[in-house]
């Protein structure tokens, strides 16, 4: 979290996309905790808010606009993890099981987003695809009275990413188109640095329409040394 003075943090800040009658545009978006007002604010066209389908873990922000792309920064989590070697399709739908059975087993309440890490890409030469499916604690001080073997407890120092809002069906391609995105907007951003394997957030459940469901692909990132 970049601190401004001593009453003021910015959670993120978000690049609109550029159209030939208005050039990239910045939107500081302020913590819940802060005072900071918006500065510049811009509405892409179409964003609408949606439903989310449970609450977010303690101090994340919310999740990007539809379309935008953002600069967010997020706490220290703790979550439960399952890990899939394979088809990364099938990840989430295999790992839902004993990742419930995780929260339901310690009564730790189901946060959203889901987010699944991508460690390894499909096309990597010798490296099979893997997939880190996790549940979210709703906060990073929960501990767990017991963890299957099936599953394991991880927690995630702060980080920085860069996200973008999608809005429709949680496909494969949709995945690769947007990720594809955001490559194409770090190139544009030497300023920035990859430092860890994209994810995906799943904010809402199944049982949401595929049309209005909600989002993000990120890529953690930091301040370049070049």
């Not at 609109?16 to 978006?29: G, H, R, S």
């Not at 905790?33 to 500065?39: D, F």
Request: proline share 11%; net charge negative.
């Amino acid at each position: 979290m970049t601190v401004l003075d001593a009453s003021v943090t910015i959670s993120k800040v978000v690049y609109y996309p550029q159209t030939l009658d208005n050039p990239f545009k910045i939107k500081v978006v302020e913590h819940p905790t802060s005072r900071l007002s918006c500065a510049s604010c811009v509405s892409p066209i179409d964003a609408k808010p949606q439903t989310m389908s449970a609450y977010l873990p303690n101090g994340f922000p919310e999740p990007a606009e539809i379309g935008a792309i953002e600069v967010k920064q997020y706490p220290q989590y703790r979550a439960v993890t399952y890990t899939h070697a394979g088809d990364v399709r099938q990840a989430t739908g295999v790992a839902f099981n004993p990742l419930f059975e995780h929260i339901s087993n310690n009564q730790i309440a189901m946060t959203t987003p889901v987010e699944a890490r991508y460690t390894a890409i499909p096309g990597q030469i010798d490296v099979a695809p893997q997939v880190e499916v996790s549940f979210l604690y709703p906060a990073p001080n929960i501990a767990p009275s017991s963890v299957n073997s099936a599953v394991t407890v991880t927690d995630t120092p702060p980080m920085t990413v860069v996200s973008i809002g999608i809005q429709g069906a949680y496909t494969w391609e949709s995945y690769e188109k947007n990720l594809q995105k955001l490559e194409d907007w770090l190139k544009e951003h030497p300023e920035y640095a990859i430092v860890g394997p994209p994810r995906r957030l799943f904010y809402n459940s199944p049982m949401t329409p595929e049309a209005i469901k909600i989002s993000e692909v990120q890529i953690p990132i930091d301040i370049s040394n070049k």
